[in-house]
């Protein structure tokens, strides 16, 4: 019930393609959305979020779309560049014991061909 | 500002010896996580604490996992005895208000254990 379930586990995509990540849930009590970050030999950095209320979310090249009624959420990546190698991670936040938990998925590792 | 600060970055250990990491986070973040990557996969947490206080440690190994912090600044979390499993890379962050722990979560770079 506390699981994020994150596909494709890689992705390799050629420079200025579009990156798409998915990920879905089970338990409804979820109540925000990150997308992480992380590059080798790196902690996970924050990389843009969304509220269940909101049905899609962009900063910059990066896009969440959020589908509350099917219970997933994706990731956009447009133009993507070789910068844009790395892991990401979606992630959900339960609120337990006053705070919130977060929880993460798999993770995917993304490779943008020159 | 220096960020959330973790040493070792790397321990080779062979099993059943102990060993610690230490954290120094963000200066006035008051919630620490410590969190435990394996291979492959996302971050699953393993502590939390307000301060000086460990709120959330359901899911730390209570029998050879404990964590301190003392002063509610910078936090240890050791292993004793380790063990094959335990290999993976284990991350600290902080966050200024822990009511908005998904929003304002700083990772550190994380230490490496591999147990031989």
């Known amino acids: 019930q506390q699981q994020v379930k994150q596909s494709p586990q890689s992705l390799i995509v050629q420079k200025g393609g579009i990156s798409i990540i998915n990920c879905a849930y089970e338990?409804?009590?979820?109540?925000?959305f990150p997308w992480y970050q992380q590059f080798p030999g790196k902690g996970p950095a924050l990389l843009i979020a969304?509220?269940?209320?909101?049905s899609e979310k962009k900063e910059g090249r990066f896009t969440i779309s959020f589908n509350k009624s099917a219970k997933q959420f994706s990731l956009h990546i447009m133009d993507s560049q070789p910068g844009d190698s790395a892991t990401y991670f979606c992630?959900?936040?339960?609120?337990?014991?006053?705070?919130?938990?977060?929880?993460f998925g798999q993770g995917t590792r993304l490779t943008i061909n020159p | 500002e220096a960020g959330v600060v973790q040493s070792p970055r790397y321990k080779i250990i062979e099993k059943k010896q102990p060993v610690a990491f230490w954290c120094n986070p963000i200066?006035?973040?008051?919630?620490l996580y410590w969190y435990r990557q394996n291979l492959g996969q996302g971050p699953e947490l393993l502590i939390r604490?307000?301060?000086?206080?460990?709120?959330?440690d359901s899911q730390l190994p209570k029998d050879r996992f404990s964590a301190e912090r003392l002063k509610g600044v910078d936090s240890t979390l050791k292993i004793q005895p380790a063990e094959l499993g335990d290999s993976a890379v284990y991350l600290c962050?902080?966050?200024?208000?822990?009511?908005?722990?998904?929003?304002?979560?700083?990772f550190g770079a994380g230490s490496r254990l591999t147990v031989l």
């Open positions: 992630a959900a936040t339960l609120p337990f014991k006053g705070a919130q938990k977060l929880v």
């Open positions: 962050a902080s966050s200024l208000d822990f009511s908005y722990g998904a929003n304002v979560l700083t």
């Open positions: 200066s006035g973040h008051n919630t």
């Open positions: 604490y307000e301060n000086e206080e460990a709120v959330d």
């Open positions: 969304i509220r269940p209320d909101v």
């Open positions: 338990n409804t009590a979820f109540d925000y």
